[in-house]
């Protein structure tokens, strides 16, 4: 079906897929002149297709739950934050904060995803097929990140389980975050992301691995004061 | 909040429609600043003459013309409660003359091609008001304001006028501005207003009055400037855009082979033509951009 944000209030888009009709088997739909509107397809919570063509404002797919949206353009602030399941593909660039707080489901970046990608993140998996700005992986404390181009500054800073992947130049790396070895399970691992985001021109083996140091959030029982 | 929008062509043939172009992002934006609304247009240099875009407040048209005319030879077109007034007189020379026989008016820039309109209002009523539409011209800037750092005014409303043909519009907040301000004031800079942003636009006339670029001008700023921006400074020629480090404050450019245009959200650049096949991008922070300049 397709949904013609010229003609439709977003409202009442966002109104139809939320409640989707049970009576029809209709779950496949397509929306088309979003122009940047905000919101797009924030909420929804039933499995369902749905492809944006063309660019998307703030928080695109935001909370999103098993349903499986595709922009095809560009994303601005938080797209797919707190998703908690599903997953959501923009074809472009995305801007800051993408996969904020998210819990669960997956988000595939095709482009650049700009500062404070995967912030505080809860088990999501992010794969970010161009560059992120600075601060992403910021406070994130479960999921994976994985970057085939480079990270900006303070990469990680103040992270607690969030397991990061980076292809190219890491600029700086945050408060707290380091460097650690690529072993066999966590080569797996990403070969799996990469063959799920049908990333077939990247080697798992080529990227490194960054974690927590954990000296930031672990309370030492031998600390004296 | 606050909104900031500017449009540099690239092919003459959209010269006619600059102003539709603007209007309607300025009127799209009016949801991020529904205060105050303002817009500098650059048109064809002036050859001989400067002109001085100013707001006359409550003043009468008539009054303001007959007082003019005691003083100077200048053509005079009315718009609103703005006139543009055009003379062969210097800037020093005319702004001399404003300060001391019309305390009552506000010079809200000058230069040879620039013209700057602002005034509090809804975004959709101000620039219906200026007849923003009907204009034509190389590039604009403008803004909307949701004001914060203070009060509901034209002095508070953006462009500033930074010095001949330049002005600057700015989404965010600064604050070490009365620090600033003061520092200024010392060296001989003027203010009107207790607007943060007039402190930029007075930083940034004074370091290119002191012979500094543009572009080290805002390279500067991310030292000297505490706070959180995305500034678009005008020019004779085109427009620079520059975001603080830490980019809080959004912005995206759409670039094709006839325009660049600016925004602080894309849906404000949705309407303009091809602009789904545009390059588009988020200027990284602390990198100076700049286009015709």
């Keep these: ?45 039933k499995e369902m297709n749905v492809t944006i063509k063309g660019h998307v404002g703030y928080y695109c797919a935001g909370m999103n739950k098993k349903a499986t949206i595709t922009i095809e353009g560009n994303v601005g602030t938080g797209v797919a934050e707190n998703m908690m399941s599903g997953k959501v593909h923009v074809k472009g660039n995305a801007s800051q904060s993408a996969g904020a707080t998210a819990h669960g489901g997956l988000l595939i970046i095709d482009g650049d995803a700009s500062s404070r990608c995967g912030i505080s993140m809860k088990g ?30 303070a990469l990680g800073d103040s992270l607690y389980e969030t397991n990061i992947y980076i292809k190219g130049n890491v600029k700086s790396l945050g408060a707290d975050c380091v460097e650690k070895k690529m072993d066999k399970k966590h080569i797996n691992k990403l070969r799996k992301f990469l063959k799920n985001a049908e990333i077939k021109n990247h080697k798992a083996e080529s990227f490194k691995r960054y974690g927590s140091a954990r000296k930031l959030y672990n309370f030492k029982i031998d600390n004296n004061y | 909040m606050c909104g900031i929008v500017g449009i540099y062509l690239k092919n003459e043939k959209l010269k006619n429609s600059l102003g539709s172009l603007l209007s309607k992002m300025l009127i799209n934006m009016g949801s991020r600043g529904p205060d105050s609304a303002g817009f500098a247009i650059y048109k064809k240099e002036e050859k001989e003459r400067f002109k ?49 026989h019309f305390q009552d008016v506000s010079l809200v820039g000058y230069g040879k091609s620039i013209e700057i309109f602002k005034q509090v209002g809804d975004p959709s009523e101000v620039v219906k008001k200026f007849k923003l539409d009907d204009y034509s011209g190389s590039h604009a800037i403008g803004h909307t304001r949701m004001a914060t750092e203070s009060a509901i005014t034209t002095d508070g409303s953006h462009p500033y006028s930074t010095g001949e043909d330049e002005c600057l519009v700015h989404n965010g907040s600064l604050s070490n501005h ?87 959200e894309f849906q404000a650049m949705a309407h303009l033509p091809e602009v789904n096949n545009a390059k588009i991008f988020e200027p990284e922070p602390g990198v100076v951009y700049s286009w015709g300049n």
């Design chain 1, 124 to 153: 999501a998996d992010i794969i970010v097929k161009g560059s992120v700005g600075h601060m992403s992986g910021f406070m994130s404390q479960s999921g994976n990140l994985v970057v085939c181009g480079d990270a900006g500054e």
């Design chain 2, 52 to 100: 001085y875009s100013i707001c006359i407040n409550k003043l009468n048209f008539k009054d303001f013309e007959e007082r003019i005319n005691k003083h100077i030879e200048a053509e005079l077109k009315k718009n609103s409660d703005h006139v543009i007034l055009k003379t062969s007189l210097k800037p020093e020379a005319m702004l001399a003359i404003l300060k001391k």
């Design chain 2, 178 to 264: 009365n620090n600033l301000r003061r520092k200024l004031k010392k060296d001989g800079v003027n203010f009107d207003s207790e607007n943060d942003t007039e402190v930029a636009a007075g930083y940034i006339s004074n370091n290119l009055s002191n012979k500094k670029n543009l572009k080290e001008t805002l390279k500067d700023s991310l030292k000297d400037l505490d706070g959180f921006y995305t500034f678009i400074t005008g020019t004779k020629d085109g427009f620079a855009v520059l975001r603080d480090e830490i980019a809080c404050k959004p912005a995206v450019i759409a670039e094709t082979d006839d325009y660049v245009a600016i925004a602080s």
């Design chain 1, 1 to 45: 079906m397709e949904l013609d944000l010229k003609k439709l209030e977003l409202r009442n888009v966002n109104d139809k897929l939320q409640n989707l009709d049970r009576k029809t088997n209709e779950r496949d739909f397509t929306i088309i002149n979003p122009e940047g509107n905000h919101a797009i397809c924030a909420g929804l919570d």
